[in-house]
């Protein structure tokens, strides 16, 4: 159990143009889903957290208007990073948790495989 | 306040051995502290939690040590194998920020056979 997913896994765009990834937790009602990126070697950085049906809240320093976020369904959210540029190149990562009373993945969050996007 | 703070950086160990992977944290109210291992290219996956009730927990061959007045908590791998080298991070959030989870910067595991 605890199977979140994302697609695609790789994606290579031009510069300008826009991306949607989409993040599914397959086994699980996910009331609250987070954005990361990763450069390389480097450590996870939260990006937004979204919970289904209302606006995501995005970090510090995070462009809301460049990384539209939508989360509208339990199962579902989308992170669509528009107008891309090669500064944007990057692993993105998602995770999902339950967050229902009594429900039983506790408080855990369960990642995604992630998607390597890259900007020419 | 924020940070998590992770040692070592990097980590090679025989394999048989123990690895032992450090985190610090300054806010006290952190009350999860979760471990992941990610392998390149892959996402985090959690490999065990804690909460500031216990002092131990163990699954397996991992196990974490918790200290709550010394704010700081351990990951501790037995008998390392060559198949546990990865990245490991550890983590803390707190149940009223709706658990965002702060990352240690990692520590990358290499275990030779």
């Known amino acids: 159990g605890a199977v979140v997913s994302q697609h695609p896994s790789r994606v290579i765009c031009k510069s300008g143009t826009s991306v949607k990834i989409e993040c599914r937790s397959l086994?699980?009602?996910?009331?609250?889903m987070f954005w990361y990126r990763q450069f390389p070697k480097q450590s996870l950085m939260l990006m937004a957290t979204s919970n289904e049906g209302s606006k995501a809240t995005y970090e510090q320093g995070v462009e809301k208007d460049k990384f539209l976020i939508n989360h509208a369904s339990l199962t579902l959210s989308t992170l669509t990073v528009t107008s891309a540029h090669p500064e944007d190149s990057s692993f993105y990562i998602c995770?999902?948790?339950?967050?229902?009373?009594?429900?039983?993945?506790?408080?855990?969050?369960?990642f995604g495989p992630g998607t390597r996007l890259t900007v020419t | 306040q924020q940070q998590v703070k992770q040692s070592p950086q990097s980590l090679i160990v025989q394999k048989g051995g123990i690895s032992i992977i450090n985190c610090a944290y300054e806010n006290t109210a952190f009350d999860y502290f979760p471990w992941y291992q990610q392998f390149p290219g892959k996402g985090p996956a959690l490999l065990i939690a804690?909460?500031?009730?216990?002092s131990e927990k163990k699954e397996g061959r991992f196990t974490i040590s918790f200290n709550k007045s010394a704010k700081q908590f351990s990951l501790h791998i037995m008998d390392s194998q060559p198949g546990d080298s990865a990245t490991y991070f550890c983590a803390a959030s707190r149940m009223d920020s709706s658990y965002k989870l702060i990352f240690g910067s990692g520590t990358r595991l290499l275990v030779r056979p």
């Open positions: 086994d699980f009602q996910a009331t609250t």
């Open positions: 804690i909460r500031p009730d216990v």
């Open positions: 995770s999902a948790k339950e967050g229902r009373a009594g429900g039983y993945l506790g408080d855990e969050q369960y």
